[in-house]
C-alpha cells in the first residue's frame, strides 16, 4: 500500500482519508438510537436549544437518568447542534456528524504522525515524500479499523472522536510551535493549550494529553527549554478546567466496591491480552466485556470459564514482555516509534485495569491509545523495510493490503449490529455480552412492544445472572403490574426498595401498585416520592399532573413554580405551566410559559400551537381570550 501512495497534494491525501471514513461508516446512517442515546440524547432537556449552551457547562452527563461522574459539555454542545438541525426523527444527521468528527480525528492524526516523523529524521525531499505516505498509512488504518465502532457509530460515544480530535490537533500545533521562533510560535502554542482544554472538556481521558505533551518534550531534548512555559500554560489549562468540572451540578453514583489491588495486575493481564487480540483479529466485537473471573450457571462452566482467563492472563503477561522488547528495538532503530510506544502507555494507563473503573474491558475506551500504537508499529515497519530481503518486503506489503482490505469489510458489515435497540442487545448477547443488564434492556424491549409474557421472561433471566441488581427488580415490578400481577409486583419492588438511590421510582411505582390494587388515592405516596428526588422532573411532572387531575390547581401552581425557579431551564416544565395557566383562566400567563417553553426546545410544537391558538383568541375576542381554559396538551 505504502509503494502506490506517490507524491500526492496534501489536499488529495485528506480527501482520502475522508473519503475512507465515509466509505466504511457510511452504512451507519440508517441506524437508530440505541443504548445510552435514550438518556444522553432523547431525555437530555439541555440539547434542546441554543439558548442552554452555558447551562450545558453547569451540569454533569445523565441530567434525567443516572448518576454519573461524567462531565464531558462539548460532546453536549455537539448535540445540541445535532438537535436544531435534525430533531430526534432523522438520526442519520446525527450518525453524520459522528462520522464527520471521526473522519476529522484521522485527517489531525496524519498532521500529528507527519510532525512526529519529520521531528525525528531530516528534510529531504526524499524523505518528506515518505513520511508523507506512511504517515497516512497510519491514519487510514485508525480510521477504518472496526475496534472503533462503538466510538463512531454509537452516538453516546460520541465523546472519544471528540477527545481524539483535539488530543491530536492539540499535539500537531503544538510540535508545529517548536519550529517557529519563541515570538512567533506563540498562537500555535495558544492554540495547541486551547485543544488541550477542549479535549478534556470532551472527555475526561483528555488529561492524557498533556502527559504525552510533555513526554515528546522530553523526547526533543532542544526542547527542554519549553519545559517551564508549558508548565505555566498547562497550570491554567487545567485550572480551567477544575474550575467548569467542579463547580458543575452533578448527583454523584454510589461508591462501588474496589478490586483488591493483588487482582488488578491479573485483570491487567487478561485486558492486555484481549485487546492486542481485537487489534489484530477484529472479528467479534461487542459491548459489556468483562474480564473478571465470576460464577457461571454451574460449576463445570464456571471451572471452563476460569481456566480460560488463566490462559489469558499467561498471554498477557507474555504479550508485555514483546511488547518490552520492542520498545528496547525501536529506542535504537526508531526512537520516533519508541516515542509513540511512550505515548500509547500514557494513553492506555487510565485503561489497564491498574486504576479502578466502572469496568473491566471496553473497546471504545483504546480509541486514542491505539493511534500512537499504529504509529509506532508502522514506523517499526518502515526501519525493518530497507534491511529486509526482496522476498520479506513483499510479503509485508501483501499481508498489509490484505489487513487494510479486511478491515474495511469488517468495519462496514459491523455497522448492521447497531441498526437498532434489538439488534445492537441481540447481537451483544449472542457474541459474548451476555449480562442481566442486556436481559433487563431486552426485557424493556419487549414490554414496550406489548410483549408481557417474553418481557417477564427476559426478566427473570436478568434475576437469575444478577438476583442483587435493584434496577431489574424495579423494571421487573413495572412488567408485572402491567399485567396485574400485584403479588409479584410487590414482592419485587420490595427488592428493589433496597438500593437508596432508587427509593423516589419505587414510592412512585408504589403509588401505581397501590392504586391499581385498591384503588385508594395515593397522591400522598407521590409527593413523598417528588420529596425524595427535587430535581428529578419526570418524577415532579407526574405528581403535578395528579394535583391537576385532582382539580387542585393552586397546589399544582406551587409545586410547579417550586421546581422551575430551582431548575429553568427545562422546556416541559414551562409547558405544563402553560397548560396549568390556561386550566386556572389565565391566557396572558399561559402565553408566556408557552414561549419560555418554546424557546427552551426548538422543536416544541405543541407548545407553539398552543401559543399561536391563545394569541389567535387574544386577536379575535377579548371574551373569548379571557375564558381559554382547558388542558389541550397531551403528556401523556
Known amino acids: 500500500m505504502i509503494g502506490v501512495l506517490k507524491n500526492l497534494p496534501r489536499p488529495v491525501v485528506v480527501f482520502i482519508i475522508i473519503a475512507a471514513t465515509f466509505l466504511v461508516y457510511a452504512p451507519a446512517l440508517r441506524n437508530g438510537f440505541v443504548w445510552d442515546d435514550t438518556a444522553l440524547v432523547l431525555r437530555d432537556p439541555l440539547v434542546r436549544s441554543w439558548v442552554l449552551i452555558p447551562e450545558g457547562f453547569r451540569h454533569f452527563l445523565f441530567l434525567d437518568a443516572t448518576a454519573s461522574n461524567f462531565y464531558r459539555p462539548l460532546q453536549r454542545l455537539t448535540f445540541v447542534a445535532d438537535y436544531q438541525f435534525y430533531d430526534f426523527f432523522r438520526p442519520w444527521g446525527w450518525h453524520l456528524t459522528s462520522i464527520g468528527v471521526h ?13 512526529i516523523m519529520r521531528a525525528a529524521r531530516g528534510s529531504t525531499e526524499s524523505e518528506r515524500i515518505s513520511d508523507d505516505r506512511w504517515a497516512l498509512a497510519a491514519a487510514l488504518l485508525w480510521a477504518i479499523h472496526p475496534l472503533h465502532t462503538s466510538a463512531v457509530t454509537y452516538i453516546s460515544g460520541r465523546a472519544d472522536p471528540l477527545a481524539a480530535l483535539f ?30 482544554l477542549a479535549a478534556m472538556l470532551s472527555k475526561e481521558s483528555g488529561l492524557v494529553v498533556l502527559l504525552i505533551w510533555f513526554l515528546i518534550l522530553a523526547w526533543r531534548r532542544e526542547s ?22 467542579f463547580t458543575a451540578e452533578k448527583t454523584p453514583p454510589p461508591a462501588s466496591s474496589s478490586t483488591p489491588a493483588a487482582v488488578r495486575p491479573i485483570l491487567a493481564a487478561r485486558a492486555w491480552a484481549g485487546y492486542a487480540a481485537l487489534l489484530v483479529a477484529p472479528v467479534n466485537l461487542h459491548m459489556e466485556r468483562d474480564v473478571g473471573t465470576h460464577p457461571k450457571k454451574d460449576v463445570p462452566t464456571t471451572l471452563h470459564a476460569a481456566r480460560l482467563l488463566e490462559y489469558q492472563t499467561l498471554a498477557g503477561v507474555l504479550l508485555f514482555a514483546g511488547f518490552a522488547f520492542w520498545w528496547t528495538r525501536a529506542w535504537r532503530n526508531a526512537p520516533a516509534a519508541a516515542l ?20 473491566t474491558m471496553a473497546e471504545h475506551w483504546l480509541y486514542v491509545p491505539s493511534a500512537f500504537l499504529f504509529i509506532a508499529a508502522l514506523l517499526t515497519l518502515r526501519a525493518w523495510l530497507p534491511g529486509a ?7 509485508a506489503y501483501s499481508l498489509g493490503a490484505a489487513w487494510y482490505s479486511f478491515l474495511v469489510f469488517r468495519t462496514a458489515y459491523q455497522q448492521h449490529f447497531w441498526w437498532d435497540q434489538r439488534a445492537f442487545i441481540t447481537h451483544t448477547m449472542e457474541s459474548g455480552g451476555d449480562s442481566a443488564r442486556m ?9 414496550a412492544e406489548g410483549h408481557n409474557d417474553v418481557a417477564l421472561a427476559r426478566y427473570r433471566e436478568a434475576i437469575e445472572l444478577s438476583p442483587d441488581l435493584p434496577i431489574v427488580w424495579l423494571s421487573y415490578a413495572s412488567v408485572l403490574l402491567r399485567v396485574r400481577d400485584f403479588a409479584g409486583a410487590r414482592r419485587a419492588l420490595e427488592k428493589a ?14 403509588a401505581v401498585l397501590e392504586h391499581l390494587e385498591t384503588g385508594a388515592d395515593t397522591g400522598n405516596v407521590l409527593r413523598e416520592a417528588a420529596e425524595l428526588a427535587p430535581k428529578d422532573w419526570p418524577i415532579r411532572q407526574r405528581y403535578v399532573e395528579y394535583l391537576m387531575e385532582r382539580n387542585a390547581p393552586e ?9 422551575i425557579e430551582a431548575h429553568p431551564f427545562r422546556g416541559g416544565s414551562w409547558k405544563l405551566l402553560g397548560a396549568l395557566l390556561e386550566q386556572m383562566r389565565k391566557p396572558d400567563l399561559a402565553i408566556e410559559a408557552y414561549r419560555q417553553a418554546a424557546e427552551l426546545d426548538v422543536h416544541d410544537e405543541k407548545s407553539r400551537a398552543a401559543l399561536r391558538r391563545l394569541e389567535g383568541l387574544k386577536n379575535k375576542s377579548a371574551r373569548a381570550f379571557e375564558t381559554a381554559a382547558g388542558n389541550p396538551l397531551d403528556f401523556a
Open 103 to 115: 473522519a476529522a480525528a484521522a485527517v489531525a492524526l496524519f498532521f500529528l504522525a507527519l510532525k
Open 167 to 196: 488530543e491530536f490537533s492539540g499535539l500537531a500545533l503544538a510540535l508545529a510551535s517548536l519550529e517557529k521562533s519563541p515570538r512567533a510560535a506563540w498562537p500555535r502554542s495558544a492554540g495547541a493549550a486551547a485543544c488541550f
Open 224 to 245: 527542554w527549554r519549553m519545559v517551564g512555559q508549558w508548565v505555566a500554560i498547562t497550570a491554567c489549562v487545567v485550572g480551567i478546567y477544575c474550575g467548569l468540572r
Open 340 to 359: 509513540c510506544l511512550g505515548a500509547f502507555l500514557i494513553a492506555y494507563l487510565p485503561i489497564s485495569d491498574l486504576l479502578p473503573l466502572n469496568a
Open 389 to 395: 530481503p526482496a522476498a520479506g518486503r513483499i510479503a
Open 439 to 447: 436481559r433487563m434492556n431486552l426485557g424493556a424491549l419487549e414490554s
Open 497 to 510: 426498595e433496597a438500593s437508596p438511590m432508587l427509593a423516589a421510582e419505587c414510592r412512585q411505582t408504589r
Open 555 to 563: 397546589a399544582a401552581l406551587r409545586e410547579l413554580r417550586g421546581f
